[in-house]
């Protein structure tokens, strides 16, 4: 069909060009790449979760350290001597033939406890990052559903404003009409009161584009004025999809939390040679040096001792934490199993969302909207010309309106959805 009212948009610009003006000044619009890029390097939560990381990755640096030598210093010779007067008896002389014995001693690990410490310790720094890995998946989410809503969010500005410009040029034939004596005025004010509830859904548009742009700059950790930020990336979907099995082992090979239970059960298993190992005994080799002359041993003046010491592990073999170490082994087990069933489960929800949404997306673009377009317009003509009543237009703007902004909410619905199963899956297997 022709256009209609070629020559009655100078309104309508001016009320785009203002609406541009209050929102897009000084913007700058971001892509998804863009605002992923500004996340990453920003968002408070996930840079102090960064740190954790590197919290563990410092205590592989306590795991492997070896027991510290002890040095001790003792003294010998400290006796009692005759009193140097005669009748006196004896005396102490304390420190007349002391001698100093300087002894040093360390603990010696056996049965590779350093090595095994330190592996547990990698191995808790492993499931640290893939924990990492798992938080950044959840909140990539959350500012995908974010960015999304804001998409939609300025779609249903769009279309309010699109709106409300069209019933502007109805209220222009409805006052040409009753000025000719085609209707009667009740119908004018009618029409005219109308426009309060386009007016309401405008503004409810605004207000909903501003907190989706407010609550997308908080992941950001952005302070800078709403007005000028902004996003920009495409609104709408595509009806191509991979099979599930596809997705399922995609999310085999990526999810994190997968990986991580994976990796705690290695950790487990580390940590029960640990304590095998600790139930062994440690000796302690000690050596000392002494100056103290033995007058029955001409050469016997300058002493170098050495003595090992080995614990008798009679009671405490570490029983508990090789048992506790063992269960330990077996529960990780089961929580990976319980992690691989979550996978799955994940994966078929977020797919089958997916699935519905398309189903019902595709009619709507190839023919609901369409149509709604066509009946709009010719009602709208022959409302002009006379030959439709009042209700018959307000209808077909009302059925108008409803298809516009049910495919608006479908493709937002679509779109998280995508963002379910690339959380599903682990990475970004649909834009």
Known sequence: ??????????????????????????????????????????????????DSVDEMKAAEVTAF?????????????????????????????PLTGAQLVPSISYLHEREHKRELRLQSAKEGTQIAGSQHADLERNLLFVL????????????????????????DKIIEISRARFKAGDIPHIDLVRIELLRAQYEVELQSAIVDL??????????????????????????????????????????LDQRPDLRAALESVQQAQTNHKLAVANGSADPTFSTWYSYNPAFNNPFGRYTVGASVNVPLRVFDRNQGEKQRTQIDIDRNQRL????????????????????????????????????????????????????????DFLNAQSEYRAVQLAYVQLVGSYLTAAGQLNLAVGREVIQ
């Open 1 to 50: 069909m022709k256009q209609l009212f070629p020559t009655r948009s100078a309104p309508v610009a001016a009320v785009v060009l203002f609406l541009a003006a209050a929102f897009c000044q000084a913007q700058q619009s971001l892509t998804w790449e863009q605002v992923k890029t500004r996340f990453e390097a920003n968002n408070p939560e996930l840079k102090a979760d960064s």
């Open 65 to 93: 350290l070896r027991p510290n030598p002890q040095v001790g210093l003792s003294s010998d010779g400290i006796q009692v001597a005759p009193h140097t007067t005669p009748g006196l008896g004896t005396h102490w002389l």
């Open 144 to 167: 995908r559903t974010s960015f999304v809503q804001t998409l939609q969010a300025k779609a249903v500005l769009e279309l309010a404003t699109a709106d409300l410009a069209y019933y």
């Open 210 to 251: 501003r907190t989706a742009k407010i609550q997308l700059q908080q992941l950001l950790n952005d302070r800078a004025p709403v007005e000028q930020f902004d996003v920009m990336g495409p609104f709408d979907f595509s009806d191509e999809i991979k099979p599930l099995e596809d997705f399922r082992q995609i999310a």
């Open 336 to 391: 990976t199993d319980a992690a691989q069933a979550q996978v799955f489960g994940d994966v078929d929800s977020a797919y089958a969302q997916i699935v519905s949404g398309i189903a019902l997306l595709k009619p709507y673009k190839a023919q609901y909207k369409g149509q709604a377009l066509d009946v709009r317009d010719t009602v709208t003509y022959a409302y002009e010309h006379g030959g439709a009543s009042l209700m």
